[in-house]
């Protein structure tokens, strides 16, 4: 998951209380379908969306001037046969971190 | 359940489903503040059953202007099964004369059925469905943030196997549950756990709320199509 660790366990009341309140999970899931919508179609305001959370989750995390730049890539995890690809299907070019764009 | 108390219920169970989605836009796209506290406060008074009317007209002008925002639903399927509810809803109170009110609230209750049986169908002609593989696939690679604890299910192929076939087969026969209330009532109550489940396990909690906006059309439709 981008910026933020997969929980090892979750106990029967966080996710009772995730049933109610869940904005990260849902965040998550449309970042996932903006991927399929940029991988099925080319679509560039999905494009938009994921690489404003990508530039918020840099800007949140790292504060060294080391990261003033950074880039990101989308693999795909899919089966062929019996055996598990990767693929990695889009690779950005070298973005600012400080840009300002649609959220 | 009489056509007015299952629209009035539907009003309700959307209503605390469009809730439960502003809450957490709210805090997802803080710069879109005024407009989506206008939806929560219009979702109030849906649940209150205040100007139904009016209230889903904003509605819908608020729900399309979302998919505009996002480029699509938010949130899949679930934005999909809340915007038809709240079409069907809307049509439902504007439409002119009660054969066309009828009209559009039994094109929710065929949809809700399509969307178990067509789901089942597109399963069940996949081998990687039939052998448990994909199941198991969900549990592993899939992109919902699942915990790793949920994660390890993977290494039960023989029960990922079973639950499968069970959900294959729930999703087929599902339109077959209309021929008595009972067996109806017993399939919602088996549809809530197979929502409730996905959210326990994959955190899919808006399709709960989705879903089950759209069952007291299907009750109304089953009492309509089989009466007693």
Redesign the interface.
């Known amino acids: 998951m981008l910026f933020q660790e997969r929980p090892a366990t979750l106990s029967f009341v966080q996710s009772l209380k995730s049933f109610f309140w869940n904005p990260a999970g849902n965040k998550y899931l449309f970042l996932v379908t903006c991927c399929e919508q940029f991988l099925a179609n080319n679509s560039q305001p999905a494009l938009e969306h994921l690489t404003a959370h990508v530039r918020t989750g840099v800007a949140e995390k790292s504060s060294a001037a080391a990261y003033d730049r950074f880039r990101f890539r989308l693999v795909l995890v899919f089966r062929e046969g019996d055996a598990v690809e990767r693929e990695e299907v889009y690779r950005s070019a070298i973005l600012r971190r400080d840009e300002v764009g649609v959220s | 359940m009489t056509f007015e108390m299952a629209i009035r219920l539907t009003e309700l169970l959307l209503g605390l489903a469009l809730v ?1 989605q502003s ?2 836009y709210l ?3 803080p ?1 879109h503040r005024p407009i989506i506290a206008s939806r929560l406060i219009l979702s109030g008074l849906l649940i209150l059953g205040l100007a139904p009317a009016i209230v889903t007209s904003a509605l819908v002008i608020i729900g399309l202007w979302l998919l505009y925002r ?7 399927g679930s934005d999909r099964m809340s915007f038809l509810v709240l079409i069907c809803l809307w049509a439902t109170h504007l439409a002119p004369a009660p054969y066309w009110r009828e009209i559009a609230f039994g094109y929710l209750a065929l949809q809700l059925v399509l969307s178990y049986f067509v789901s089942g169908a597109v399963k069940i002609v996949k081998r ?1 469905w039939r052998s448990g ?1 994909a199941l198991r ?1 969900v549990f592993l ?1 899939s ?8 994660r390890s299910w993977a290494e039960r192929p023989q029960l990922l196997f079973a639950l499968s076939w069970a959900v294959m087969l729930f999703e087929l026969l599902f339109p077959v549950a209309l021929v008595t209330q009972s067996s109806l009532y017993v399939a919602l109550l088996c549809a809530l756990f197979f929502h ?1 489940a996905n ?2 396990f994959f ?4 399709f ?1 709320w989705a879903w089950a906006a759209a069952f007291p059309s299907l009750i109304w439709l089953q009492g309509m199509l089989f009466p007693v």
């Open positions: 439960q809450a957490e805090v997802l796209t710069k996002f480029n699509g639903p938010y949130n899949g990687d593989v696939d690679f992109a919902y943030p699942a915990s790793d604890a949920t409730l959210a326990y955190g899919l909690n808006r709960v």
